[in-house]
């Protein structure tokens, strides 16, 4: 199956850590890449292959995988996280991009 | 400044045609993977269409023999020509660039989208 699945809703203290999960068999064979997108914004990269991010991009956040689930890791969540978190990767073929359903976070 | 600026969206009937255009700034489209990504509202994101370096394209399964990405290398620009439009189509349309190794892929710079709508 090329299907990645996400929890849909996830909830966090201020100043605490959340972990994000992708499950998915591809997940075996490609790193994740995981995107944050605020309401009426386009979707923003901030962890891609093992665990990079982009310029710009806090240092609270990180990447990891192990077997077919790939985890985004938020330590000290801030307000400015809440947002809805997607996680990517490839088809068998390698050509098909697949994104998993999203995960909405909420930073109480 | 590296940049996508997406335009062509509108309101369009069903089984009417569009054409979406991706303007790149600060890179060159010709050297990058690019992709179109769509997000119905209230949905998430979906994949829409991919075209390699090479030339090479590939489609979801929803949009293939409806759908055409191409390039004009000349205007450094990226497309998306939509034929036979459906209300599923609706949704806004994203362009990213696409950098990739051999065990992952991302997409590092996206535009803000285009609002495309079908409806009579």
């Known amino acids: 199956s090329s299907e990645l699945t996400q929890d849909p809703a996830v909830s966090v203290a201020l100043g605490q850590t959340v972990r994000i999960t992708c499950q998915g068999d591809?997940?075996?064979?490609?790193?994740a890449s995981w995107y944050q997108q605020k309401p009426g914004q386009a979707p923003v990269l901030v962890i891609y292959g093992k665990n990079n991010r982009p310029s710009g991009i806090p240092d609270r956040f990180s990447g990891s995988s192990s077997g077919n689930t790939a985890s985004l890791t938020l330590t000290g969540a801030q307000a400015e996280d809440e947002a809805d978190y997607y996680c990517d990767s490839r088809d068998s073929s390698g050509n098909h991009v697949v994104f998993g359903g999203g995960t909405k976070l909420t930073v109480l | 400044e590296v940049q996508l600026v997406e335009t062509g969206g509108g309101l369009i009937q069903p089984g009417g045609s569009l054409r979406l255009s991706c303007a790149a700034s600060g890179f060159t489209v010709s050297s990058n993977y690019m992709n179109w990504v769509r997000q119905a509202p209230g949905k998430g994101l979906e994949w829409v269409s991919v075209?390699?370096?090479?030339?090479?394209?590939y489609y979801a399964d929803s949009v293939k023999g409806r759908f055409t990405i191409s390039r004009d290398d000349s205007k450094n620009t990226l497309y998306l020509h939509m034929n036979s439009l459906r209300a599923e189509d609706t949704a806004v349309y994203y362009c990213?660039?696409?950098?990739?190794?051999?065990?992952?892929?991302?997409?590092?710079?996206w535009g803000k989208g285009t609002t495309v709508t079908v409806s009579s």
């Open positions: 990213a660039r696409e950098g990739r190794s051999l065990t992952y892929y991302y997409m590092d710079v």
């Open positions: 075209i390699y370096s090479g030339g090479s394209t």
């Open positions: 591809r997940l075996r064979s490609y790193y």
